[in-house]
T-cell receptor, first 114, second 117 residues
Framework: DAGVIQSPRHEVTEMGQEVTLRCKPI?????LFWYRQTMMRGLELLIYFNNNVPIDDSGMPEDRFSAKMPNASFSTLKIQPSEPRDSAVYFC????????????FGPGTRLTVT | AQKVTQAQTEISVVEKEDVTLDCVYE???????LFWYKQPPSGELVFLIR??????QNEISGRYSWNFQKSTSSFNFTITASQVVDSAVYFC??????????????FGRGTSLIVHP
């Protein structure tokens, strides 16, 4: 079975540009999580959805970040405008049953903003 | 305050040595969930174990074992007879309740384990 799919795997963009990261969760999973990983701050939860509904977005750093989950098989994380400090690895994870159950992570998107 | 503390930033061992990775957590909830994940050099985090706060039984899975002690708020992970393939960053995580009624997962900073041949 396919795991969590993320695209692109690598993204290099210039400051000020819009960046869209994509995620396809494991089929049948009803929870989806977006994380950001940096050396400075470690692994941070940005937002998570249960049944396509955002449950907690307190980790979203600022208004430049937005996330959507239009259906059970697709989610996006958008950064507009991007800044160099947004450079990080962004992980998407999905879970069957919510945040108290194990999460299955995608391979991540390495974002570099110059 | 850090909710999940992994005090060991990096551990270096020689193959076949036993190694214990420490995890100390902080929560006021009586119901919570603890996890360990492995992040190999390829980058993708892999789930290892989940424990709820009502189950203090230790668990063994092959060379891996976990010691959950509520009295010390610890959930330590031991690898017996380590192998080079165990080299990875290991994360401990806690899901505890929030004021909104949901559970928020929080990850520790991770412990980098290097196993030398």
């Amino acid at each position: 079975d396919a795991g969590v799919i993320q695209s692109p795997r690598h993204e290099v963009t210039e400051m000020g540009q819009e960046v869209t990261l994509r995620c396809k969760p494991i089929s049948g999973h009803n929870s989806l999580f977006w994380y950001r990983q940096t050396m400075m701050r470690g692994l941070e939860l940005l937002i998570y959805f249960n049944n396509n509904v955002p449950i907690d977005d307190s980790g979203m750093p600022e208004d430049r970040f937005s996330a959507k989950m239009p259906n059970a098989s697709f989610s996006t994380l958008k950064i507009q405008p991007s800044e160099p400090r947004d450079s990080a690895v962004y992980f998407c994870a999905s879970s069957l049953g919510g945040e108290i159950y194990e999460q299955y992570f995608g391979p991540g998107t390495r974002l570099t903003v110059t | 305050a850090q909710k999940v503390t992994q005090a060991q930033t990096e551990i270096s061992v020689v193959e076949k040595e036993d190694v214990t990775l420490d995890c100390v957590y902080e929560t006021r909830d009586t119901t919570y969930y603890l996890f360990w994940y492995k992040q190999p050099p390829s980058g993708e985090l892999v789930f290892l174990i989940r424990r709820n706060s009502f189950d203090e039984q230790n668990e063994i899975s092959g060379r891996y074992s976990w010691n959950f002690q509520k009295s010390t708020s610890s959930f330590n992970f031991t690898i017996t007879a380590s192998q080079v393939v165990d080299s990875a960053v290991y994360f401990c995580a806690l899901s505890e309740g929030s004021s909104g009624g949901s559970y928020i997962p929080t990850f520790g900073r991770g412990t980098s384990l290097i196993v030398h041949p």
